[in-house]
């Protein structure tokens, strides 16, 4: 997991709120991604950002926002209007000069109650 | 859509013996990547191999590269019961439009390893 925190490992949702999932690194690394799990299944792409100030829609961006104002920092909200929530969130950060070799959180596991 | 498939989804096999999982992908690429997650934890990246290359090793791991037949396989020798995990594949494709920063990943293989 190493360079990259997610915060909080887990979090609980009541229905109609926002929560905000923190993802900091310190690889100094350009390209940071946010991706959904659920059981089972492979890591579909919410949002990524290649730079700071930059971001762009993944394969699932709705009921999701993100924001990139410092390059370490790449905070992830789950909105009210995500239907389905619940599921498991990794972030990634990638050095813009590799292959595209994504390194990983540890992850964020959402539960709405 | 899923670009990487993975083969078998699920593989139960005693400690000691060989692993070899499979990926299947659709469009051309620049690059396969594999990844491993242990159980509630995030992804650990093992080994890329270039659309140029048809095979690598490190360690206990082998990985081919058929581009003609676009597949791919993980082949992990003397497997030990820490290998116990899910294995992804991913596929950075070809873009048009230049650098390409994102992968797909495929809905993986779940490897037991029996002690």
């Known amino acids: 997991d190493g360079g990259i925190t997610q915060s909080p490992k887990y979090l609980f949702r009541k229905e109609g709120q926002n929560v905000t999932l923190s993802c900091e690194q310190n690889l100094n690394h350009d390209a940071m991604y946010w991706y959904r799990q659920d059981p089972g299944q492979g890591l579909r792409l919410i949002y990524y950002?290649?730079?700071?100030?930059?971001?762009q829609k993944g394969d699932i961006a709705e009921g999701y926002s993100v924001s990139r104002e410092k390059k370490e920092s790449f905070p992830l909200t789950v909105t009210s209007a995500q239907k389905n929530p619940t599921a498991f969130y990794l972030c990634a950060s990638k050095d813009s000069a590799s292959y595209n070799e994504q390194f990983f959180g540890p992850g964020t596991r959402l539960t709405v109650l | 859509s899923q670009q990487g498939e993975e083969d078998p989804q699920a593989l139960s096999i005693q400690e000691g013996e060989n692993a070899t999982m499979n990926c299947s992908y659709k469009t051309s690429i620049n690059n396969l990547q594999w990844y491993r997650q242990n159980s509630g934890r995030g992804l650990v990246h093992l080994i890329l191999i270039r659309s140029n290359e048809r095979e690598k090793h490190s360690g206990r791991l082998r990985v081919t590269l058929d581009t003609s037949k676009k597949s791919s396989s993980l082949l992990i020798t003397a497997s030990r019961a820490a290998d116990t995990a899910s294995y992804f594949c991913a596929t950075d494709i070809t873009n048009s439009g230049g650098s390409n920063y994102k992968l797909t990943f495929g809905k993986g293989t779940l490897l037991t390893v029996n002690p």
């Open positions: 950002s290649q730079i700071v100030n930059d971001f």
